[in-house]
């Protein structure tokens, strides 16, 4: 089953307002949570991330919080340009003997200006 | 900037045919990983490796195979394909970064269409 939920999967805001994209995931043995960013016809870049001894992270604009005890990591825009306007995916990397990096199905952001 | 290729850019194929997807890394990564992305579904992990020599099944790997005869190469094989394997398939290498966590550089991306 799916192992990292992400909500919303369509996202449209206007210019200057905030975004909030919400991610869920099962795995308590899970230490780092990072946000990529895809714009149209490009490849997935990394933006942000966080990993588990911490509960939030900041950075240009960008928020990151984490709810460990509620299995739960969130992605904050603040001030939102159409230039943010793209897909977003979250991550979750459970580390390991079987390390591998799951993706959330992703949240298309559009800024309307 | 770590660097990522993959070849081909496009692909057309045909049913029960063999498509080979090519990926090369000069990050000196040990970890590479094959991704599908198809809409509603987001990335999807095919295979993964964590070295020459050494592959490992993701969360979808019915239908594929995958090589790493190198540090450099890891290749995703299709040996029958079909069309619901028509996609846009990314490789990425994975490095560890100043956070001390892993970060992954994508390639470009393939788009593979199965006839």
């Known amino acids: 089953g799916e192992q990292v939920e992400q909500l919303p999967s369509i996202l449209r805001v206007q210019e200057g307002s905030s975004a909030s994209i919400n991610c869920t995931y099962e795995n308590s043995a899970s230490n780092y949570f990072p946000w990529y960013k895809q714009e149209p016809g490009e490849n997935p870049k990394l933006i942000i991330d966080?990993?588990?001894?911490?509960e939030r992270k900041q950075t240009q604009g960008l928020i990151v919080l984490l709810d460990k005890k509620a299995k739960r990591f969130s992605l904050h825009i603040t001030d939102t340009q159409p230039g943010d306007s793209a897909m977003y995916f979250c991550g979750e990397y459970s580390g390991g003997s079987n390390a591998k990096l799951t993706f959330g199905k992703g949240t298309k952001l559009s800024v309307k200006s | 900037e770590a660097a990522v290729t993959q070849s081909p850019r496009n692909k057309v194929a045909v049913t029960g045919g063999k498509v080979t997807l090519s990926c090369n890394q000069t990050n000196n990564h040990n970890n590479m990983y094959w991704y599908r992305q198809d809409t509603g579904h987001g990335l999807r992990l095919i295979h993964y490796?964590?070295?020459?020599?050494?592959?490992e099944k993701g969360d979808i790997p019915d239908g594929y195979k995958a090589s790493r005869p190198s540090q450099e190469n890891f290749s995703l094989i299709l040996e029958l394909a079909t069309p619901s394997q028509t996609s846009v398939y990314f490789c990425?290498?994975?490095?560890?970064?100043?956070?001390?966590?892993?970060?992954?550089?994508f390639g470009s991306g393939t788009r593979l269409t199965v006839l």
């Open positions: 490796s964590y070295g020459a020599g050494s592959t």
């Open positions: 966080i990993r588990s001894n911490m």
């Open positions: 990425a290498s994975g490095g560890w970064g100043g956070s001390s966590a892993e970060t992954l550089y």
